[in-house]
């Protein structure tokens, strides 16, 4: 039993620096006991732990994807969407591989699996190409609430096929408020374009990725963050070097242009990803995917904050939506399961 560790407790009779020192002492020696991390590892206490910290890991980082449209707004006149992905791509994972050559993160033994590894990378060069293909047919407002929308549902599906894991109804109306938060927040005022090779991209978009996640689970049960994110990123940016080649760069050139890139490279891939990266290892699937429907939260109040947009009635609506969906997800950590 755990109170016999303080059977032979002496009898103190006001709490001194001794008395504190006896008391830190004995709580040390009661939390290292063996048999009471067992009985807390049986009542999947730790396990929610660990999942509430990935959600925080996970949100943390779908704030800074946020700030990607506003980033893209200020871009130079001549600015290609496609350019601009295949530009943070490169630049944030020159820097997620340093980060993980200076931390040893690649001295592991253990062996990437081709397959995998392969797939994880072509599913992130695809979302790009496939999202700013889909935007540009489709507009903004359509093409994101399609891709983002499809993403946590086509994540849950993989989830449960490739992994076992089942998300559960919490998830699944958490899902629904913040896909339908995204929809209040995204269309009024939008011009609406229905594209049937548009909607295809946007779906192709959500599908990638939610293939992205799913294999980078598997990647991060072998291998460290640091070293998944600078592989697949990597690899993802040689996919999509052909860009390069294909269109005009000038825009590059230029001050804003630079600051643009910059931005997106350092603070919404390399940073968000080493967040994501870290959640997603703590984190089921699908639940990971719904969380980062917090980035066009953060987009909507940095278009509030800075670009001088207006807040509509529907538009918080969406907001509230979207918040009530992620405090549904954050507050299900202790039921879900295959994280």
């Not at 944030?92 to 931390?103: F, H, K, N, P």
């Not at 049960?221 to 998944?228: F, G, I, K, L, R």
């Not at 000038?250 to 931005?263: D, I, K, N, S």
């Not at 969380?291 to 509030?304: D, F, H, R």
Request: aromatic letters at 8%.
């Amino acid at each position: 039993m755990p109170g016999r560790a303080f059977e032979h407790a002496p009898k103190l009779t006001s709490p001194g620096r001794a008395g504190r020192r006896w008391v830190i002492l004995c709580s040390s020696r009661f939390i290292s006991c063996p048999n009471f991390k067992n009985a807390l590892n049986s009542q999947g206490f730790p396990r929610w732990i660990k999942i509430r910290k990935g959600y925080g890991l996970v949100f943390a980082a779908a704030v800074l994807w946020g700030t990607t449209g506003t980033a893209q707004a200020l871009a130079p006149q001549g600015a290609q969407p496609q350019v601009i992905g295949a530009a943070r791509l490169a630049i944030g994972g020159l820097i997620l591989m340093s980060i993980a050559v200076s931390r040893g993160a690649l001295r592991s033994n253990r062996k990437w699996p081709f397959a995998v590894t392969a797939t994880a990378a072509m599913s992130m060069a695809f979302y790009q190409l496939f999202f700013f293909s889909a935007v540009s047919r489709t507009g903004v407002a359509v093409g994101t609430i399609i891709a983002i929308g499809s993403a946590p549902i086509l994540a849950g599906v993989l989830g449960y096929l490739l992994r076992g894991e089942r998300p559960g109804r919490r998830w699944a109306l958490a899902t629904l408020l913040a896909v339908a938060g995204c929809g209040l927040l995204l269309l009024p005022g939008q011009r609406v374009t229905i594209d049937l090779v548009g909607i295809i991209l946007a779906l192709g978009a959500g599908l990638s990725y939610a293939a992205y996640t799913v294999l980078s689970k598997r990647l991060l049960e072998t291998h460290h963050p640091d070293a998944v994110i600078a592989v697949v990123f990597c690899l993802a940016a040689l996919i999509l070097s052909p860009v390069w080649f294909r269109t005009r760069l000038e825009w590059l050139l230029q001050p804003r242009g630079l600051l643009v890139v910059l931005h997106l490279g350092v603070i919404a891939t390399a940073a968000a990803y080493a967040l994501f990266a870290r959640g997603l290892a703590l984190t089921p699937v699908a639940a990971a995917v719904t969380i980062s429907l917090a980035e066009p939260l953060t987009a909507g109040m940095l278009g509030l904050t800075l670009l001088g947009e207006q807040l509509s009635l529907l538009m918080a609506l969406g907001m509230g939506c979207i918040l009530s969906g992620l405090l549904l997800v954050s507050l299900g950590g202790r039921g879900e399961q295959g994280a």
